[in-house]
């Protein structure tokens, strides 16, 4: 008898999820999402109204901009490679950001890193980062053929170098240099600049709209470089593109929070598995969404249950870890 | 091969006698200059010399018993364990003298790096590159529990600061551990022909009459307690281990016998020079050894990696 209700329950289950269109599974996880918003807004609240509104609010938004940077530039990074397995911060991405951060900290001295514009200070990392970002994508995939493990090696290892890099020049820095800098790479989601926070806002409509009007490049774009160009999409300059989205989409995301290895790959790979559809015009909004809930679920677990003994980067670095090994000892790529 | 041994070890003295001058206390001919070099410089010269010895044989025995050639104990999770270990003697019993912190932070060092080569059998390796990928990827999830812990203890700075590697600290009656770091790794040496033949693999090995679980456990143990000597003693020096014996084996091969003492001397020598460089390069002040091995280390390692590609 109970495998008789077993079986019927698998059924119904199957029978849901072929009914469930792409369309519908979005909605769903858009509901999702607000719930968890609401959640994290409402939930546990101890001063006045007024007060937690905007406190939590600014924290909010700062979770929904990076959800938003992490999740598509590993979507676009990983259509654009071509598999599901490399992510931006795997490859070193976040490293060589910190790296310029604090060559440029380095090379102008803590005075005039201050008095630059923080805007045209933005432009300038941004820029350098892109310029180098390029130059190892197109070296690593356009150039050369690796293999899918040894291109994942070779980022690793050049991510431990750039960072050992930077490391070492903020042993060099004197104290006060130091500050400056650390002020720049660790604002912590609580204390988010505001002034990033309006650069990363218009920075990201931009790309909003970029991503709105080419989501269908990208689904040529995910088959491959010779299936690309035989469909009549210029592969080199649509990557030279991408590039240059990807890298303000890891720069913005790593000013705001600092780098985080395996949350694009973690939020990324569950949108794969929930989203019923390979189009992006379903994946891009629906990674988002994951990440959405993820990240601003996370973080009330954190807050309201666990009570702050943990962070969520650790987490995330835990799960995200043992997932990879998975993924990589079992190639569901 | 004395033709290379004799250069090296000129080299050898010539380091280690820098590596004596060489400090912020400029030295004179009196009793002062005397102290200073005895209690401090000397030891600081003997550790590291011995430090960089034991870490660069642990890693060439790792690298025959994973049979992969990107392997060292930082890259298997060997450290991390090591450290876990480390954390928990000081949480629970912060007390207990050294020598218990060394047994357990070993002890933990063996479970761990074993875990790691079980998980290798256990799943089939498609490519060579697969091995330190998963290698890094495991150590850095026992990084997470370790994170994990240490901030739920507040114990997150001292455990950074207890395993990044650093000579500074080094004074006479702190080092005198290593001694035996180096004396395994002096063992290691009589076994170097059994190692060498547990590197061709379990089927080849034993058909040559090698008992191969007997040598990859004393293979594992031998490289379990050098790592957990050097974690406790002057914490984690990257990349050494992998990229001495790759750099020895490009010059002498693959037969340990030959190349066991080259790659003893050659990884004292790299660690000295390292730390002469770590010392210098800011003067008066000391950036520690680990971050200087990390960016020449990472660079040798990319090196490596792309050689092999092409």
């Known amino acids: ?333 | 091969m004395f033709r290379i041994f004799l250069p090296l070890s000129l080299l050898l003295a010539l380091l280690s006698i820098s590596s004596i001058l060489i400090g912020s206390h400029a030295l004179h001919f009196d009793a002062k200059s005397l102290d200073i070099i005895l209690i401090s410089r000397v030891p600081r010269t003997l550790a590291l010399i011995l430090t960089g010895i034991s870490l660069s044989v642990a890693g060439v025995i790792m690298q025959q018993l994973a049979r992969n050639k990107f392997v060292e104990p930082s890259t298997t999770g060997t450290v991390e364990s090591a450290t876990l270990g480390m954390l928990v003697m000081l949480i629970f019993f912060p007390a207990a003298s050294v020598f218990y912190k060394l047994l357990v932070a070993c002890i933990s060092a063996v479970i761990g790096t074993a875990l790691f080569l079980l998980i290798l059998r256990r799943v089939p390796l498609r490519s060579g590159f697969l091995v330190p990928l998963v290698g890094i990827m495991y150590a850095g999830v026992l990084g997470a529990i370790i994170t994990f812990i240490a901030y739920k203890y507040d114990l997150l700075q001292s455990i950074w600061v207890w395993i990044q590697g650093d000579f500074s600290m080094v004074l006479r009656g702190r080092y005198e551990l290593l001694w035996l770091a180096a004396g395994l790794s002096f063992i290691a040496y009589f076994s170097a022909d059994k190692l060498t033949l547990a590197g061709l693999g379990k089927q080849v090995s034993i058909n040559l009459g090698l008992n191969y679980s007997v040598v990859f456990v004393w293979g594992l143990i031998i490289v379990s307690l050098i790592t957990g000597v050097t974690v406790v003693n002057s914490g984690v020096i990257p990349f050494l281990g992998l990229v001495v014996p790759n750099i020895v084996s490009l010059l002498v091969g693959d037969n340990l016998r030959r190349s066991l003492p080259l790659i003893a001397m050659s990884g004292a020598l790299l660690v000295l020079f390292c730390d002469i460089l770590a010392r210098t390069i800011n003067f008066p002040y000391e950036i520690p050894i680990a971050t200087v091995m990390g960016i020449i280390g990472s660079f040798i390692f990319l090196f490596l990696l792309l050689r092999r590609a092409s």
């Open chain 1, 1 to 333: 008898m109970p495998k008789k209700i077993i079986m019927s329950i698998y059924y119904s289950i199957t029978a849901l999820r072929k009914r469930l269109t792409p369309a519908c599974r979005l909605l769903l996880a858009a509901v999702c999402a607000l719930l968890v918003v609401i959640v994290f807004m409402s939930i546990n609240v101890k001063a006045s109204w007024e007060f937690t509104l905007t406190f939590r609010g600014k924290k909010l938004i700062t979770f929904l901009l990076v959800a938003f940077c992490i999740s598509t530039a590993t979507l676009l990074f990983q259509s654009l490679s071509n598999n599901r397995i490399i992510t931006p911060a795997i490859m070193g991405f976040d490293s060589l950001y910190i790296l310029v951060q604090t060559s440029l900290v380095y090379v102008l001295g803590s005075m005039q890193y201050t008095a630059l514009n923080s805007y045209l200070k933005w432009v300038i990392e941004i820029s350098i980062l892109v310029i180098a970002a390029s130059y190892l994508f197109q070296w690593l995939f356009i150039k050369k053929h690796y293999n899918l493990y040894l291109l994942i090696l070779i980022g690793v290892v050049c991510g431990v170098f750039f960072h050992s890099i930077s490391a070492l020049m903020m042993r060099m820095l004197d104290p006060t240099e130091f500050s400056v800098l650390q002020d720049s790479l660790f604002a912590s989601f609580n204390a988010a600049q505001s002034e990033l926070l309006i650069v990363s806002i218009v920075a990201l409509s931009a790309i909003g709209i970029f991503l709105y009007r080419y989501h269908h490049y990208f689904d040529v774009l995910a088959l491959g470089k010779p299936m690309a160009t035989n469909l009549g999409v210029n592969h080199s300059a649509m990557t030279r593109v991408c590039i240059i989205v990807i890298t303000t989409l890891i720069g913005l995301s790593t000013a705001l929070v600092g780098p985080v290895t395996f949350f694009g790959l973690l939020v990324v790979n569950v949108a794969y598995i929930v989203c019923g559809s390979h189009y992006h015009r379903y994946l891009i909004p629906m990674s988002i969404l994951c990440a959405i809930i993820l990240l601003v679920g996370g973080d009330v677990l954190l807050q309201h249950v666990l009570g702050y003994d943990t962070k969520l980067s650790i987490i995330i670095e835990f799960i995200g870890g043992v997932f990879f090994i998975c993924l990589i000892l079992r190639k569901k790529i």
